[in-house]
């Protein structure tokens, strides 16, 4: 049965793109969705950058018809601000909006916003209403399993925002004390979608980094879709292998080098064209050692990338290692 959020359709067990910081950006996403992400966020904006209008967070709500359907997620500590965000965030279009109650990081949890509001579910119960208030477009939730182990809330937290009218909730299996350690705990996300009286969409988010997993995770814990956030990183099509394996029970090859060099090229482009050309080169370069991790001698490559300044000069090398694998190939 399709999963819908509102009136989006999202098919059947959809795979989402995570939000992420620094990379879930438009040139990133433009790659996922060629790739088959269901439904994709942006990174997450500050309610109080947008509503001072700084310039870093107003550029993160650029979104484009070809990614759609897309969600705008936004943070923040204080309510009204919350609700004044949500208006300028919901005039740019998005298909859904949705709240960070997730971010571990300090300047995010300690200043009383993301992951912190889970250890004032009051506060966070009316921050989620006058966000739901302020906007005519569905609102979903992302967030984790609970401040720390003694206090893992998620049923609750469900239960609680689904009543102020979430339309479906994230749940990373990790609590903001665990920050990124250890291993997502999926018992939880299961209890909460086993709830009879949750009925909204709950998609199952955390260390999700193979077809293997992707499968046996989706039978074992009963999620509606999942979200993959670091294993998408470098490896966009780890999207279309577990819709295919999903689809036909059967795995895809792996990408050639080939095809490595070509979603690089094109994320590369996009990187550009939005951002122009010396940001771009500059911010790709986070990119380059995921695109072509395990190939052989790529470190004489990466250091080239990493370190010129001109878009040919950089295309010229994504040339070479291309023409590389091609020679490898045929020796
Ligand atoms: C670099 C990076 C940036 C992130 N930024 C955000 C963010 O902006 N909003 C958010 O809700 N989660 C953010 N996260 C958390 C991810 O969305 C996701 O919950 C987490 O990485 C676990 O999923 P994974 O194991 O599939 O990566 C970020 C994670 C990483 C690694």
Request: charged share 25%; net charge negative; with cysteine.
């Amino acid at each position: 049965m399709a999963v819908r959020i509102g009136n989006i359709d999202l098919g059947e067990f959809p795979l989402l793109l995570a939000p992420m910081e620094d990379v879930s950006d438009p040139p990133f996403r433009f790659v996922c969705k060629q790739s088959g992400a269901d439904l994709m966020y942006t990174e997450f904006i500050s309610s109080e950058g947008l509503i001072r209008d700084a310039a870093k967070s107003r550029q993160k709500l650029d979104i484009f018809e070809y990614e759609r359907p897309i969600g705008i997620q936004i943070f923040g500590s204080d309510i009204d601000t919350m609700r004044e965000a949500t208006e300028i965030a919901s005039q740019v279009g998005p298909d859904l909006i949705d709240i960070n109650y997730g971010c571990p990081v300090k300047n995010v949890a300690c200043r009383g916003a993301g992951a912190s509001l889970l250890q004032d579910i009051d506060k966070m119960t009316a921050m989620t209403k006058a966000v739901v208030e302020a906007t005519h477009l569905p609102v979903t939730v992302k967030t984790r399993l609970g401040w720390d182990d003694n206090t893992k809330n998620i049923y609750e937290v469900a239960e609680r925002l689904q009543d102020v009218g979430i339309q479906a909730l994230s749940i990373h299996g990790r609590t903001r004390s665990q920050m990124y350690k250890g291993r997502a705990d999926w018992q939880l996300i299961r209890e909460v979608k086993r709830n009879p009286r949750v009925r909204i969409p709950i998609f199952g988010n955390g260390d999700v980094d193979s077809v293997e997993k992707a499968a046996a995770w989706r039978m074992e814990y009963e999620v509606d879709g999942i979200m993959i956030g670091r294993a998408s990183i470098g490896y966009p099509w780890i999207f279309r292998e577990i819709k295919h394996f999903y689809q036909t029970g059967e795995y895809l090859p792996a990408p050639t080098i080939a095809e490595r060099v070509a979603v690089c090229r094109t994320h590369f482009e996009k990187s550009i064209q939005w951002k122009g050309e010396k940001t771009g080169i500059f911010e790709m370069r986070r990119h380059y050692a995921n695109y072509f991790k395990g190939i052989p001698h790529f470190k004489e490559y990466r250091t080239k990338l990493v370190s010129l300044t001109s878009v040919a000069d950089i295309h010229a090398v994504l040339d070479e290692i291309g023409e590389q694998f091609v020679m490898e190939e045929v020796a």
